[in-house]
Protein backbone atom coordinates (compact mmCIF):
# COMPACT_ATOMS: atom_id res chain seq x y z
CA UNK A 1 0.00 0.00 0.00
CA UNK A 2 1.53 3.18 -0.95
CA UNK A 3 1.36 5.89 1.78
CA UNK A 4 3.52 8.71 0.84
CA UNK A 5 3.39 10.11 -3.21
CA UNK A 6 5.56 12.97 -4.57
CA UNK A 7 4.79 14.16 -7.36
CA UNK A 8 6.98 16.22 -9.15
CA UNK A 9 7.93 18.73 -6.10
CA UNK A 10 9.27 22.05 -6.56
CA UNK A 11 10.36 25.08 -4.52
CA UNK A 12 12.68 27.99 -4.60
CA UNK A 13 13.60 30.74 -1.85
CA UNK A 14 14.20 33.35 -4.13
CA UNK A 15 16.64 32.46 -6.81
CA UNK A 16 17.81 29.44 -4.71
CA UNK A 17 16.01 26.33 -6.50
CA UNK A 18 15.81 24.47 -3.36
CA UNK A 19 14.07 21.41 -4.88
CA UNK A 20 13.95 21.03 -8.54
CA UNK A 21 11.06 18.43 -9.71
CA UNK A 22 11.13 15.56 -7.51
CA UNK A 23 8.84 12.42 -7.13
CA UNK A 24 9.09 8.83 -5.78
CA UNK A 25 6.77 6.79 -3.33
CA UNK A 26 7.02 4.99 -0.35
CA UNK A 27 5.53 1.61 0.43
CA UNK A 28 4.36 0.35 3.65
CA UNK A 29 6.74 -1.42 5.50
CA UNK A 30 9.60 0.66 3.64
CA UNK A 31 12.17 2.80 5.88
CA UNK A 32 13.94 4.83 3.18
CA UNK A 33 17.27 6.67 4.04
CA UNK A 34 17.46 10.14 2.29
CA UNK A 35 20.85 10.98 1.54
CA UNK A 36 22.90 13.67 -0.06
CA UNK A 37 25.13 16.74 0.76
CA UNK A 38 24.63 19.43 3.04
CA UNK A 39 22.26 21.74 0.70
CA UNK A 40 20.70 18.95 -1.33
CA UNK A 41 17.21 19.87 -0.49
CA UNK A 42 16.67 16.70 1.93
CA UNK A 43 14.70 19.29 4.55
CA UNK A 44 13.06 20.71 1.98
CA UNK A 45 11.60 18.11 0.52
CA UNK A 46 10.04 16.49 4.25
CA UNK A 47 9.14 20.00 4.80
CA UNK A 48 7.00 19.77 1.99
CA UNK A 49 6.12 16.37 2.07
CA UNK A 50 4.94 17.33 5.71
CA UNK A 51 3.35 20.53 5.23
CA UNK A 52 5.56 23.03 6.63
CA UNK A 53 6.30 24.37 3.49
CA UNK A 54 3.73 24.99 0.36
CA UNK A 55 4.71 23.54 -2.73
CA UNK A 56 5.40 25.79 -5.65
CA UNK A 57 4.67 22.81 -8.10
CA UNK A 58 3.88 19.35 -7.48
CA UNK A 59 2.47 17.61 -4.66
CA UNK A 60 3.14 15.55 -1.95
CA UNK A 61 -0.19 12.79 -1.07
CA UNK A 62 0.40 11.49 2.19
CA UNK A 63 -2.07 7.96 3.20
CA UNK A 64 -4.42 9.38 0.28
CA UNK A 65 -4.71 12.94 1.32
CA UNK A 66 -3.11 15.70 -0.61
CA UNK A 67 -0.99 18.02 2.18
CA UNK A 68 -1.75 20.82 0.90
CA UNK A 69 -5.54 20.22 -0.23
CA UNK A 70 -6.27 18.53 3.05
CA UNK A 71 -3.95 19.16 5.08
CA UNK A 72 -5.86 18.27 8.97
CA UNK A 73 -6.46 14.84 6.93
CA UNK A 74 -3.08 13.70 5.96
CA UNK A 75 -1.61 15.05 9.48
CA UNK A 76 -3.73 13.04 11.31
CA UNK A 77 -1.82 9.96 9.56
CA UNK A 78 1.72 11.48 9.46
CA UNK A 79 4.37 12.25 12.39
CA UNK A 80 7.36 14.49 11.65
CA UNK A 81 10.70 15.19 13.42
CA UNK A 82 12.52 18.72 12.22
CA UNK A 83 15.76 18.51 12.20
CA UNK A 84 17.69 19.75 15.94
CA UNK A 85 14.12 18.34 17.28
CA UNK A 86 12.74 21.80 18.21
CA UNK A 87 10.53 21.34 21.90
CA UNK A 88 9.53 24.20 24.08
CA UNK A 89 12.58 24.77 26.72
CA UNK A 90 10.23 25.89 29.43
CA UNK A 91 8.19 22.56 29.63
CA UNK A 92 8.81 19.17 31.15
CA UNK A 93 9.15 15.96 29.04
CA UNK A 94 5.45 15.27 30.00
CA UNK A 95 3.83 19.01 29.70
CA UNK A 96 5.25 18.30 26.22
CA UNK A 97 4.27 15.66 25.47
CA UNK A 98 0.55 16.63 26.36
CA UNK A 99 0.72 19.48 24.67
CA UNK A 100 1.23 17.14 21.42
CA UNK A 101 -1.41 15.20 22.04
CA UNK A 102 -3.51 17.89 22.95
CA UNK A 103 -2.75 19.72 19.85
CA UNK A 104 -3.91 16.53 17.94
CA UNK A 105 -7.10 16.52 20.05
CA UNK A 106 -6.04 12.63 20.41
CA UNK A 107 -8.30 10.61 23.09
CA UNK A 108 -6.95 9.71 26.05
CA UNK A 109 -4.41 11.65 25.81
CA UNK A 110 -2.70 10.39 29.77
CA UNK A 111 -2.67 6.81 27.87
CA UNK A 112 -1.11 8.30 24.92
CA UNK A 113 1.72 10.15 26.97
CA UNK A 114 2.05 7.31 29.17
CA UNK A 115 2.98 4.92 26.32
CA UNK A 116 4.54 7.18 24.50
CA UNK A 117 7.32 7.68 27.18
CA UNK A 118 7.75 3.77 27.71
CA UNK A 119 8.02 3.21 23.95
CA UNK A 120 10.81 5.98 23.81
CA UNK A 121 12.33 5.08 27.29
CA UNK A 122 11.80 9.00 28.56
CA UNK A 123 10.59 7.90 31.90
CA UNK A 124 13.13 8.87 33.60
CA UNK A 125 13.50 11.89 32.79
CA UNK A 126 9.55 12.80 32.35
CA UNK A 127 9.84 15.24 34.79
CA UNK A 128 12.56 17.29 33.39
CA UNK A 129 12.30 20.69 31.58
CA UNK A 130 13.39 20.77 27.80
CA UNK A 131 16.67 22.67 28.27
CA UNK A 132 17.52 20.31 30.91
CA UNK A 133 18.38 17.34 28.37
CA UNK A 134 21.14 15.91 27.33
CA UNK A 135 21.15 15.62 23.17
CA UNK A 136 20.03 12.37 22.87
CA UNK A 137 17.18 12.70 25.24
CA UNK A 138 16.18 15.94 23.33
CA UNK A 139 16.39 14.08 19.88
CA UNK A 140 14.03 11.60 21.58
CA UNK A 141 11.50 13.83 22.77
CA UNK A 142 11.35 15.04 19.00
CA UNK A 143 10.70 11.45 18.12
CA UNK A 144 8.45 10.97 20.43
CA UNK A 145 5.97 13.89 19.57
CA UNK A 146 6.03 12.30 15.99
CA UNK A 147 4.79 8.67 17.02
CA UNK A 148 2.67 9.89 19.83
CA UNK A 149 -0.65 9.45 17.49
CA UNK A 150 1.39 6.20 16.00
CA UNK A 151 0.81 7.42 12.49
CA UNK A 152 1.47 5.47 9.31
CA UNK A 153 3.91 7.94 7.64
CA UNK A 154 6.70 9.03 9.69
CA UNK A 155 9.21 11.51 8.52
CA UNK A 156 12.41 12.13 10.36
CA UNK A 157 15.00 14.92 10.11
CA UNK A 158 18.30 13.77 11.04
CA UNK A 159 17.34 12.13 14.05
CA UNK A 160 20.17 10.68 15.20
CA UNK A 161 22.54 13.47 14.22
CA UNK A 162 25.16 14.39 16.97
CA UNK A 163 24.42 11.15 19.73
CA UNK A 164 26.74 9.23 21.07
CA UNK A 165 26.99 5.64 19.54
CA UNK A 166 24.37 4.06 22.68
CA UNK A 167 22.29 7.29 21.86
CA UNK A 168 22.42 6.18 18.12
CA UNK A 169 21.72 2.50 19.23
CA UNK A 170 18.45 3.49 21.57
CA UNK A 171 17.08 5.39 18.27
CA UNK A 172 17.53 2.79 16.28
CA UNK A 173 16.36 -0.06 17.93
CA UNK A 174 12.94 2.28 18.33
CA UNK A 175 12.49 3.28 14.92
CA UNK A 176 13.09 -0.92 14.14
CA UNK A 177 10.71 -1.80 16.38
CA UNK A 178 7.74 0.27 14.68
CA UNK A 179 8.68 0.54 11.22
CA UNK A 180 7.40 -2.52 9.88
CA UNK A 181 3.93 -0.93 10.45
CA UNK A 182 4.50 2.50 8.86
CA UNK A 183 6.58 3.82 5.73
CA UNK A 184 9.20 6.39 6.64
CA UNK A 185 11.56 8.42 5.62
CA UNK A 186 14.80 9.10 7.46
CA UNK A 187 17.62 11.48 6.28
CA UNK A 188 20.94 10.93 7.79
CA UNK A 189 25.05 11.79 7.12
CA UNK A 190 25.62 8.32 8.06
CA UNK A 191 25.98 5.55 5.75
CA UNK A 192 26.45 2.74 8.09
CA UNK A 193 23.24 3.55 9.39
CA UNK A 194 21.33 2.52 6.02
CA UNK A 195 22.27 -1.33 6.28
CA UNK A 196 20.95 -1.65 9.98
CA UNK A 197 18.00 0.95 9.10
CA UNK A 198 16.60 1.41 5.60
CA UNK A 199 14.95 -1.14 3.12
CA UNK A 200 15.41 1.58 0.29
CA UNK A 201 17.93 4.38 -0.69
CA UNK A 202 17.25 7.87 -2.16
CA UNK A 203 19.92 9.81 -2.78
CA UNK A 204 19.61 13.93 -3.47
CA UNK A 205 21.94 16.44 -4.90
CA UNK A 206 21.01 20.06 -6.14
CA UNK A 207 17.23 19.32 -5.17
CA UNK A 208 17.53 16.07 -8.00
CA UNK A 209 16.37 12.50 -6.89
CA UNK A 210 20.12 10.72 -8.14
CA UNK A 211 19.65 7.48 -7.22
CA UNK A 212 16.63 5.78 -5.70
CA UNK A 213 16.77 1.58 -5.19
CA UNK A 214 16.56 -0.86 -2.84
CA UNK A 215 18.94 -0.80 0.23
CA UNK A 216 20.72 -4.14 -1.49
CA UNK A 217 21.28 -2.81 -4.88
CA UNK A 218 23.07 0.43 -3.28
CA UNK A 219 25.49 -1.36 -1.32
CA UNK A 220 26.26 -3.47 -4.55
CA UNK A 221 27.54 -0.29 -5.57
CA UNK A 222 30.51 -0.43 -4.06
CA UNK A 223 32.39 -1.61 -0.48
CA UNK A 224 33.65 2.20 0.10
CA UNK A 225 30.19 3.56 0.74
CA UNK A 226 31.47 7.52 0.78
CA UNK A 227 33.17 6.87 -2.76
CA UNK A 228 30.35 5.55 -3.66
CA UNK A 229 27.99 8.62 -2.28
CA UNK A 230 30.72 11.21 -3.51
CA UNK A 231 30.31 9.85 -7.25
CA UNK A 232 26.59 10.31 -7.24
CA UNK A 233 26.14 13.66 -5.66
CA UNK A 234 29.56 15.07 -7.44
P1 LIG B 1 19.62 19.83 3.08
O1 LIG B 1 18.55 19.47 4.05
O2 LIG B 1 19.86 18.76 2.05
O3 LIG B 1 20.89 20.27 3.74
P2 LIG B 1 18.01 22.17 2.54
O4 LIG B 1 16.69 21.69 2.05
O5 LIG B 1 18.09 22.61 3.97
O6 LIG B 1 19.12 21.07 2.22
O7 LIG B 1 18.49 23.41 1.64
C1 LIG B 1 18.45 23.38 0.22
C2 LIG B 1 18.90 24.75 -0.29
O8 LIG B 1 17.94 25.74 0.07
C3 LIG B 1 20.23 25.24 0.29
O9 LIG B 1 20.89 25.97 -0.71
C4 LIG B 1 19.81 26.13 1.44
O10 LIG B 1 20.78 27.11 1.70
C5 LIG B 1 18.52 26.74 0.89
N1 LIG B 1 17.56 27.09 1.94
C6 LIG B 1 17.00 26.25 2.84
N2 LIG B 1 16.12 26.90 3.63
C7 LIG B 1 16.12 28.19 3.22
C8 LIG B 1 15.41 29.36 3.63
N3 LIG B 1 14.51 29.33 4.61
N4 LIG B 1 15.67 30.52 2.97
C9 LIG B 1 16.55 30.56 1.95
N5 LIG B 1 17.25 29.49 1.51
C10 LIG B 1 17.03 28.31 2.13
Do not use: W
Amino acid sequence: MTLIEVKNLKKSYGSIHAVRGISFSVERGEVVGFLGPNGAGKSTTMKLIAGHLRADHGAAIVAGFDISAHPIEAKTHLGYSPEGAPAYGEMTVREFLRFAADLRNLPNPSERVKKTLELCRLNEVAHQTVDTLSKGYRMRLGFAQAVIHDPEVLILDEPTDGLDPNQKFEVRRILKEMASRKAVIVSTHILEEIDELCTRVIVIAHGEVRCDESKEKFLQRGADLNEVFRQLTA
